[in-house]
């Protein structure tokens, strides 16, 4: 069965970088794109940006444009996604997703989430 | 950017139907997600492509969008259909996901 499991929860100092990452199973992890959505406590959803299958194309909000970076490792199945210059209202969980690859295809799959606390 | 609006809180009693809209400029003419969330949990697809429902999910479960208004509706609602509830499009004009703010579900 299809999955994505993530990394744990991350605690952060302001300033800092987070590398948050999601491992892909029970499906071609090449045929098809990530997303990444955010949820800060009590708040919906909001969108960060995708990835392509291979790796070589992203888009990003343009809200987290110059702070975010979407990679991808296909050898082992495994998203990654870095949000830089962390601060508090950065403090959420972040789910990755699967969908078809291209624009309006649906998130059919979603990680478990993980807790990123910015806190000094 | 386009913009997509939710009303934050729809009630229903159980085996009622409940209706939950999205608002947005011509959503007709966008193609509109659906996803239930519960809490501390991960969303899941409930409706795609305006009516179109995953297997799994419930026929009580369908979807509609026209103008300038999509809706989710659920039949005979039960206990375990409470749940936020979030639509979605693609924005090509900024080539962004967009999500609603969320409606919460509540069973009487």
């Known amino acids: 069965q299809v999955q994505l499991v993530q990394s744990g929860t991350e605690v952060k100092k302001p300033g800092a970088s987070v590398k948050v990452s999601c491992k892909a199973s029970?499906?071609?992890?090449?045929?098809?794109?990530i997303n990444w959505v955010r949820q800060a406590t009590g708040q919906g959803l909001e969108w960060m940006g995708w990835?392509?299958?291979?790796?070589?194309?992203?888009g990003y909000a343009q809200k987290f444009q110059g702070r975010v970076t979407m990679t991808r490792n296909s050898s082992i199945n495994t998203a990654y996604m870095e949000l830089s210059s962390l601060r508090s209202e950065d403090t959420a969980v972040y789910f990755c997703?699967?969908?078809?690859?291209?624009?309006?295809?649906?998130?059919?799959?979603w990680g478990q989430g993980t807790l990123v606390t910015v806190s000094s | 950017s386009y913009v997509l609006t939710q009303p934050p809180s729809v009630s229903v009693a159980p085996g009622k139907t409940a209706r939950m809209t999205c608002g947005g400029n011509?959503?007709?003419?966008?193609?509109v997600h659906w996803y239930q969330q519960k809490p501390g949990q991960a969303p899941v697809l409930v409706i795609y492509?305006?009516?179109d429902r995953p297997s799994g999910i419930p026929e009580r479960f369908s979807g509609s969008n026209s103008g300038n208004t999509a809706t989710l509706t659920i039949s005979r609602v039960e206990a375990g259909d409470e749940a936020a509830y979030y639509c979605?499009?693609?924005?090509?004009?900024?080539?962004?996901?967009?999500f609603g703010g969320g409606t919460k579900l509540t069973v009487l």
């Open positions: 492509y305006d009516s």
């Open positions: 011509n959503i007709g003419s966008k193609s």
């Open positions: 029970g499906y071609t992890f090449t045929s098809y794109d």
């Open positions: 997703a699967r969908s078809g690859v291209g624009a309006h295809y649906s998130f059919d799959y």
């Open positions: 990835m392509n299958p291979d790796g070589d194309n992203t």
């Open positions: 979605q499009v693609w924005d090509s004009n900024s080539d962004h996901w967009v």
